[in-house]
């Protein structure tokens, strides 16, 4: 399992100093998701191109929006045996790689990490309502996911359509071909990812009916990170929130409880960012932010709300940060908008202990940041997992070598609060000998630990 640090190291993370930009935090319950790529509100208003989409790095500018969707690749097997990718009017039917019809949108890498280093996850959605995105076989889905691992993700390839950027994840967004493949997919996609220097997110976009006629039994067979139900478009749609015979989020949250090889998956309300966006079920910003707020006080499975699509939602007002500002004042924890350092000042836990803590199980799927005991010490997830015993990860050395909670290197830490940044480094330093101290190691959710 790959958890990183015991006791020691979450009571030092307690004291470090953040740059201002959090990371993206799966566990939320007010993160907002846009889909941008699609140029939804263009094929709607033609004429009214001051309003199409515009550039990725255009939507990261404040902390509306969390997670963005990249939409779509769209065919999985096109010429040269390459997928494809469409981005509209921001790179579709241009200039594709030589011998595939593989769109060439190498200079988006800069916006992709410009939106990543505002705390923002970019991930490449599979599908669409009119793609052909399907597998035959169970090898061809893991197949296809090695190709999607080097050209969007971690690997390497000649023909990368961003670049050198590292995309966070990927989305499916399957409407039609079936389930075939879409679990062997999605678990080579997550083998691939063991080991990763940074956490990789998979989510899906499922139609609201229950079971989802295309990726229900995907679902059940694996892990996914977060799942963005579109509450539109259907009779259990955003517009029937008062029927309790159509409106379903119970049955989303049942499922994510009881039958989610995931149990902390997270459901997202699916919305229209527009009254044109979806064929129907738009409610207006009023309504959204009322059925958001209601939804989260009855479900611990509500994660936010994902919106279709990014052009809609801005030529509407700002519809992104309309809800964003709604989940926030609704209960919400706050997100920082300011660049400016500040301290942290988390409580450690009471008496040094990890009391308030579950221990590892075997048969639960973990995601990133979240914490288990395991033969008497504090575990923190570094990405999803399942079945991995904690002791097991390679390179952090024995439980032995592990400084217990209690020590007096602790109680140094507790005691002087105007040296606890640097002492945290080098109290690390001492548990993790083996760790260069400007390693990647001395992150704590994307926060570096300062001397």
């Not at 970019?122 to 080097?150: H, K, P, R, Y």
């Not at 499922?206 to 995907?218: H, I």
């Not at 079945?387 to 140094?412: E, I, N």
Request: some cysteine; aromatic content about 12%; overall charge positive.
């Amino acid at each position: 399992m790959t958890l990183i640090k015991n006791c020691l190291g979450l009571i030092a993370s307690s004291f470090l100093f953040a740059s201002g930009v959090l990371a993206f935090d799966n566990s939320r319950n007010d993160n907002v998701a846009v889909y941008w790529g699609q140029n939804s509100y263009g094929a709607t208003h033609g004429s009214d191109t001051a309003n199409w989409q515009k550039s990725l790095s255009t939507y990261c500018q404040d902390d509306a929006i969390d997670a963005i969707p990249v939409a779509f690749l769209n065919v999985f097997f096109s010429i040269g045996g390459q997928p494809e990718i469409n981005l509209s009017n921001i790179c579709g039917g241009g200039a594709v790689f030589p011998g595939t019809n593989l769109a060439n949108c190498q200079f988006l890498a800069q916006d992709i990490r410009t939106c990543q280093s505002r705390g923002k996850i970019i991930t490449l959605s599979l599908g669409g309502a009119s793609g052909a995105a399907f597998f035959s076989s169970d090898a061809q889905g893991e197949a296809f996911a090695d190709t999607v691992w080097n050209l969007f993700l971690g690997g390497s390839s000649s023909t990368r359509p961003f670049g050198d950027a590292i995309l966070d994840g990927v989305d499916l967004d399957i409407e039609g071909g079936g389930s075939t493949g879409f679990a062997a997919f999605v678990r080579r996609i997550r083998s691939r990812a063991t080991g990763a220097s940074k956490k990789y997110y998979v989510t899906a976009a499922p139609q609201c009916p229950f079971p989802d006629g295309n990726l229900g039994a995907v679902l059940n067979a694996v892990g996914f990170d977060a799942v963005y139900v579109q509450f539109y478009n259907n009779f259990c749609g955003l517009t029937n929130f008062d029927n309790p015979n159509a409106w379903n989020f119970a049955t989303w949250d049942n499922w994510a409880k009881t039958q989610s090889p995931n149990r902390n998956v997270k459901i997202y309300i699916g919305a229209p960012a527009s009254s044109t966006s979806a064929g129907s079920g738009f409610v207006d910003i009023n309504r959204l932010s009322s059925i958001a707020r209601t939804t989260r006080s009855q479900f611990s499975s509500f994660g936010g709300v994902m919106l279709w699509d990014a052009s809609q939602a801005v030529a509407n007002n700002r519809f992104d940060l309309a809800i964003k500002n709604a989940l926030r004042g609704g209960g919400g924890t706050p997100q920082p908008t300011s660049t400016t350092a500040a301290p942290t000042n988390t409580p450690p836990p009471n008496s040094g202990t990890c009391a308030s803590v579950s221990a590892w199980r075997s048969d639960i799927a973990y995601n990133g940041g979240e914490r288990v005991t395991f033969n008497g010490h504090l575990w923190q997830n570094k990405w999803w997992s399942q079945a991995d015993t904690p002791q097991a990860q390679p390179g952090f050395g024995p439980t032995s070598d592990r400084v217990p909670v209690g020590s007096q290197l602790l109680r140094q830490l507790r005691r002087k609060p105007l040296r606890r940044a640097r002492m945290a480094k080098r109290a690390l330093a001492h548990v993790y000998p083996r760790e260069p101290l400007e390693s990647e190691f001395y992150m704590y959710d994307h926060v570096l630990i300062k001397s």
